[in-house]
């Protein structure tokens, strides 16, 4: 009995050691479980994927940024004159006025409903009605803006805006009778329209002892202001250039250049000077001179080799142009157009950098 007793205890001890022994190794198998876990809760890709999704974006949006820039420069919005009314009042170049006369009638012709009035009486006179009193909606210019001109623009409240159109070369004249003349230097051509010769033999015995007779443009004209600069000012001094044409014998001013032409047609020892379109006009009665041997044309203009060509203006104001949209409508128009007609007309087109400076400055003006 104590012998069975004894191997009975044995054996559950053995029993028991036994299943010490298999508990053990479970309870390894859980310790290593934390730390697996550990690395999940840590997984590093997931803090690197943040900048990766970022950046593409940035990068892509900066073009749509400088993008703006681009779409507002260089290009006008469409017109449909069909679409404007209300009248336009322009006035002042008589060089000009071919121009815009031609332009006007065009944007009638495909459907503005509207008046436009277009005054040739000379850029100064043009600025006058449109900078002292504030008269019209559009100045028509052959030269730039004077600074006396601008100040009584601001004076009014207006800002003048120059919008670049076209060239001319300032056409040299005699009738298509003159046998003698075809050619003249800018300091020749200063002595004739001054008040220190009477003949043309005085200037070149080999030309005839017969008076000159000169046709100018009158004093409000841009036409007059430019030749006095450019021809008579080189000669003379600051203070006698303009006296020397005004005093000059056998002389004719008038804004009227159609009323030159019919001066310079009526003698073959008469001369005068207009903008090229008028020659163009009129140019079985007159014979055109070189001047220091180059010839007006589109090449000898747009260059600067021919000593007299000139820009062509219109000049507006950005409050008129937001208050009146049919002003800004016919503005946009001829910036758009005028190089179809204004070879037509008798002037040549301007440098596609000052044509993009003029398209430029309409959409400053309507912002």
Do not use: H
């Amino acid at each position: 009995m104590k012998s069975t007793t004894l191997r009975w205890l044995s054996a559950t001890l053995l029993i028991a050691l036994l299943l010490a022994a298999c508990a053990s190794p479970a309870a390894n198998t859980q310790a290593p479980a934390a730390p697996t876990q550990a690395p999940a809760a840590t997984n590093p890709p997931e803090p690197t994927s943040a900048p990766e999704e970022t950046m593409p974006a940035e990068a892509t949006s900066a073009p749509e940024a400088t993008s703006a820039p681009e779409e507002s420069t260089g290009m006008l919005p469409e017109v449909d004159p069909a679409s404007q009314s209300g009248d336009i009042l322009s006035a002042g170049s008589s060089t000009v006025f071919p121009l815009t006369e031609r332009i006007a009638e065009r944007f009638q012709d495909e459907g503005f409903m509207g008046q436009i009035t277009i005054d040739s009486v000379g850029t100064g006179g043009g600025f006058e009605r449109f900078c002292v009193n504030g008269e019209t909606d559009i100045a028509n210019a052959s030269r730039a803006i004077k600074d006396t001109e601008a100040e009584a623009c601001q004076a009014i409240g207006r800002e003048p805006i120059e919008f670049r159109v076209g060239t001319d070369a300032l056409a040299i004249v005699v009738s298509a009778e003159n046998d003698f003349l075809t050619n003249v230097t800018k300091e020749e051509l200063a002595k004739i329209f001054s008040n220190e010769v009477t003949q043309w033999s005085e200037i070149n015995p080999d030309w005839p002892a017969e008076d000159i007779k000169r046709y100018s443009p009158g004093t409000d004209s841009g036409t007059f202001d430019f030749f006095v600069e450019a021809v008579m000012l080189p000669v003379y001094t600051a203070d006698n250039a303009e006296n020397a044409i005004l005093n000059a014998e056998n002389i004719q001013f008038s804004e009227d250049d159609n009323v030159l032409v019919q001066g310079v047609e009526g003698s073959p020892y008469a001369i005068g000077y207009f903008g090229y379109a008028y020659y163009q006009e009129n140019a079985s009665g007159l014979k055109i001179l070189t001047v220091d041997g180059v010839m007006p044309e589109l090449a000898t203009a747009e260059s600067g080799e021919y000593p007299l060509s000139r820009p062509l203006f219109i000049y507006s104001d950005a409050t008129i142009m937001q208050d009146k949209p049919q002003v800004a409508a016919f503005i946009n128009y001829y910036l758009a157009v005028v190089n179809e007609e204004i070879e037509s007309v008798g002037y040549f087109p301007a440098s596609e950098e000052a044509a993009a400076g003029s398209r430029q400055a309409w959409l400053n003006a309507m912002q």
